[in-house]
């Protein structure tokens, strides 16, 4: 702070090739791989989004940009397919890219066409999405701090690891990352094959710098309209709607390890609710009523071979209260304590109709 720096040297200009290699023999395949730190040669900004596949040999197609949130932290904010970040790389600016897996070497090829010679205003750069998309954020409760995960859904990408469509996570140095799991290895946008009739799940990993109070809020939710996208807690038991309720707080206890198996979004493609039959529906007991601290749910057997999703409405329709009832177990508790005293209603949807 307070230091002027000076940067001499010739400015870029046509056409710019630069030989990139994967690791020293004998850590190539390693997980980190094949990380390259980059810069944009010119003196004018470069849209990223307009680089060919042929002008980025053996590259990974993700880029990375790193934005500081002090001296010393920041988040990497990835960019890919027209997901996440900015394509748009300013005069002089630094990024991280990669050389493929299974790849020793590539190359990076700056095209004197793709720099940028008109100003755009970069909130409105982008054309509008119209691929399902969520993008979900992370942040500390009293923090400023934030990090995000997208989920997209696209025709040629598959459910496995996509050079293409995917950008694997770079830790933040905040020690706050959000990202999916997939087979080991996070991803910050995860481009996934186009959504069907069956559910799709996918696995969240959650970093913190430290134990306390955290919120997911569901930042964006395109082009999912006839898609409920729920988020799941494994330990609460909670099936958040995020379309109803794009927020979800909760707590961290122990912030030294990567959480991989706590959290989940769920994908599950509308179908029309049948009704259970109302012989099988009598058989569903809740007691007591009224009920302080919990109530009981009793469910007949039929209704008990598959999970049972239990949603609490107050006096206004709104969901105050979601749990999973877990397959194979005839009674539950649902938890009212912390409930204001007041008519609520029981919402139960069942592999055969909602109660």
Known sequence: AGQAVTFKGQPGFGDLARSLA???SGSANATDAGWQLMGNPYPSPYDYSLQATGDRTNLDAAIYVFESTSQYGGNYRPYVNGIGNNSI????QAFFTRVSAGQATGSLTFRNAN???????????RTAETRPLVQLTLAGTG?????????????????????????EK?????????????????LAIDGRAPLGT????????????????YTFTATQLLNLSAVPVYLRDLQSGALIDLRQQPSYQFTVSNAA????????????PQQPLATVPAALAQQVGVYPIPARTQVAIDLPLSLSRQPVQAVLLDGLGRVVRQQVLPAGSTTHTLPLADLAAGVYALRLTTDQGQV
């Open 115 to 125: 720099r940028v010679t008109t100003y755009t205003n970069p909130t409105y750069h």
């Open 143 to 167: 923090s400023t701090l934030t990090d995000d995960a997208y989920v997209y859904f696209e025709q040629s990408a598959t459910d496995g690891l996509d050079p293409l469509y995917d950008a």
């Open 22 to 24: 994967r690791n020293a």
């Open 198 to 213: 069956a559910q799709r799940v996918l696995p969240l990993a959650v970093g913190v710098p430290a134990a306390g109070s």
């Open 170 to 186: 770079l830790p933040n140095t905040t020690g706050l990352n959000l990202s999916t799991s997939l087979a080991g290895r996070q």
């Open 89 to 92: 790389l300013a005069m002089g």
């Open 257 to 268: 390890a990567l959480l991989t198996g706590r959290f989940e979004l769920v994908f599950s």
